[in-house]
């Protein structure tokens, strides 16, 4: 098993654990994660160049998302958690499914990328769920779930088996964290 991949595999679940908890601690974890990931993900046994790109596109709202959540913090004592409107939402889903398909056919036209579309998927998802959030919307756990679904197959089938593992937890993590935001949006509404 490729020490790096453990490596980014262990960051990321105290990542994870910190952002449930809603812990402004969980950023440096995350770019640390993203920087090793996004040289695994160019190797020439992967070759998942859309999620390489991503990992970049996460390292700039990693750095968003310390700075907003920080300031948040400091102005209302704790990281709120917002809504989406639901005009915004189907906005986002519909940004993800023409994305998904613009930048699967470039990768499918212009590289030798694998799995180009379900690739593209996992990143345009995820750039939508990242900005959600850093944004603080309850709404990105929904879409983190389904990334981590596709994602699961998608590095299970290209011999990513630790990452394919990291996903599964990922995945009962982004529930639970869906369930404990949720749970604190609502106290936060009913107290104002």
């Known amino acids: 098993m490729n020490p790096w991949e453990v490596l980014a595999a262990s960051l990321g679940v105290i ?3 910190l952002i449930v908890r809603r812990s402004v601690w969980n950023y440096p ?3 640390a994660m993203v920087s090793i990931s996004a040289w695994l993900f160019v190797q020439p046994d992967v070759r998942l160049y859309s999620d390489a790109l991503l990992q970049l596109f996460f390292f700039v709202v990693q750095l968003y998302g310390w700075w907003s959540w920080s300031k948040a913090q400091a102005t209302q004592g704790e990281i709120a958690v917002e809504r989406l409107p639901r005009s915004a939402w189907a906005a986002c889903l519909a940004a993800i499914t023409v994305t998904t398909l613009g930048w699967g056919a470039l990768m499918y036209r212009f590289t030798d990328a694998s799995l180009p579309w379900w690739d593209a998927f996992i990143a345009m998802a995820s750039v939508a769920a990242q900005l959600l959030m850093a944004r603080r919307y309850l709404e990105n756990w929904l879409l983190w779930i389904v990334v981590d679904v596709v994602a699961i197959g998608v590095y299970a089938a290209k011999g990513l088996t630790l990452l394919a593992l990291l996903y599964l937890l990922f995945l009962i993590l982004s529930a639970v964290g869906f369930v404990s935001w949720r749970r604190a ?4 509404t009913a107290t104002t």
Not at 185 to 188: H, L
């Open 15 to 17: 990542n994870i654990v």
């Open 29 to 31: 974890f995350g770019i």
């Open 185 to 188: 949006q609502s106290d936060r």
